[in-house]
């Protein structure tokens, strides 16, 4: 199982992902995207899911995309979360 992350983890990982924040249950991050460019984006980003065999909780309201994420067996956040924030960052920057 992987292992939760502690304060000082989160806080400088958080640190180097612009746009997240949260706290050891969970971070998310909100970016605009265009309704129209919405199911490419979340194409890719189910393709990182499947890859890490990892999900996030999506909110979708209008062009206002929502991601949660969190290691529900774990309880909170961990590594796992860390690199799919990582790992999308560059397809939110393309899609917005």
Known sequence: ???LLNDDELRTALE????WHGDRAAISRTVTIPASAQP???EEMERVARELNHDPD?????DE???MMST????GVTHLDLEY???IEPLLADAG
Not at 16 to 19: A, F, N
């Open 1 to 3: 199982m992987a292992e």
């Open 72 to 75: 529900h067996s774990a309880g």
């Open 40 to 42: 490419a984006l979340l």
């Open 16 to 19: 180097t992902l612009g746009g």
């Open 58 to 62: 999506l909110d979708i309201a209008g």
């Open 85 to 87: 924030a990582r790992r």
């Open 65 to 67: 995309v929502t991601i």
